[in-house]
């Protein structure tokens, strides 16, 4: 495996820890403006090569910012119980208890079949209740998101025998390299620059 992969597995753990503790992943776009907006996602998807696709519903702010800013910038963030007590108890972290990925997401298409069938599986158990078929039984559209790089939550203490990188890039070298050669100037570069200034403040 790829030390790519390797970290893309690793962070997956993370979004899993988050996902099951909050039930959502919060999303952070940009409008034409440069003003920011978070939107709290539940039906996020993780793929094994570093992409992800989300549920395009209930997400308005998020979709009229794509229309002039594809970048975006997603968190998740452990909040469980056990997690911290065994932290603050044992004075360390066992792993990040957050991270942020950044990446571009694209434009709005039909679900396919298998994405249908994974939403409806996270969504099955709300259906017992009147308020979870009203809320999650007509799902039809989604957004791809490629992620670039990834930024783990860190607290200057209990995390100085984790990894201490700040930016985790996600692409191979080689496809890093071909992304060099077919970038081309984007007028959104600053919007994006801005964004990961607003999350810094943030967290």
Not at 123 to 145: E, K, N, T
Request: glycine share 6%; hydrophobic share 40%.
């Amino acid at each position: 495996m790829t030390d790519a992969g390797t970290r893309w597995n690793e962070i997956r753990d993370i979004l899993n820890r988050g996902r099951r503790s909050t039930g959502h992943f919060a999303i952070a776009s940009v409008d034409a403006a440069g003003v920011p907006n978070i939107t709290p996602v539940g039906t996020v998807f993780f793929r094994n090569d570093r992409t992800a696709f989300y549920f395009d519903q209930y997400t308005s702010a998020l979709t009229s910012n794509l229309e002039t800013n594809s970048h975006v910038c997603l968190m998740a963030v452990d909040r469980g119980t056990w997690f911290w007590f065994r932290s603050l108890l044992s004075g360390r972290f066992p792993a990040a208890p957050g991270v942020r990925l950044y990446g571009t997401a694209g434009p709005r298409r039909p679900a396919t079949d298998s994405e249908l069938a994974q939403v409806r599986r996270r969504v099955r158990p709300m259906w017992i209740f009147r308020g979870g078929r009203m809320l999650w039984s007509d799902f039809s559209h989604v957004r791809d998101i490629t992620f670039t790089s990834a930024r783990p939550v860190r607290y200057p203490v209990m995390m100085s025998h984790l990894n201490q990188a700040d930016s985790v890039p996600l692409s191979d070298p080689e496809t890093a390299d071909q992304q060099a050669v077919d970038a081309t100037p984007d007028r959104n570069d600053y919007a994006a620059a801005t964004l990961r200034k607003v999350w810094s403040v943030i967290i």
